[in-house]
């Protein structure tokens, strides 16, 4: 389970991402500096112990439509060795020292982590309370299927709204990083997925609203 440290972080997230998000093929805002507020999120456990993994909703307020991006985050105490294109940047951590923050979609243990959780292997952990579970994450799967899900090595591409995977078998792994409500009446798994990981996040009017996330195809 995951243990959240209280304690100093320098910079904070935010301001981390602040300067990182205009530079995004799947940004909305302008030439503005985005105006960015925390609006949800949730964590998981890497294994192995070593790796912090964070997937983080963020509002841009300064946008008319307040749009809200997902970023998954990894948190490593020494750089990830050809990842220097997907570093965020780096920061103080008052416990854990210095922590390289890169966007989870390039990093490995990230992407295996929620391939994991698509496939109902474990559980979203809260991201704000230690040894807790978030159970506003839910994920659904399609049992059975003989399709190579393993995207060991496949390049993690933007377009204008995510971040897609593609296996050597073809399958793909798209992240959804400009956030849209679902339907109320949206089924469990959305029409031709293998699988798929839907969350909540708050708006920008502070209604609590659930979207999709990612979502796995054959």
Partial sequence: M???HNTTIKPTKTELLTPWLPTRAWYLGG???PELVKAGGFRLDDPEGEVGIEFIVVTDRA????ASYLVPLSYRGAPLEGAEHALVGTMEHGVLGTRWIYDGAHDPVVVAQL???IEGQVVAQSQSVSHALDQDVTSAYVEGTETDFDFTGAAAIDDQDGTELTA???ATLRLHRVLRPLPTDAPAL???AAG??????EAADGTRTRGLIAELRE
């Fill in 2 to 4: 995951a243990v959240i």
């Fill in 31 to 33: 030439a503005d500096q």
């Fill in 63 to 66: 946008t008319a439509s307040a």
């Fill in 115 to 117: 391939l994991a959780l």
């Fill in 168 to 170: 050597e078998s073809g």
């Fill in 190 to 192: 959305r029409s031709g």
């Fill in 196 to 201: 798929q990981v839907t969350g909540v996040w």
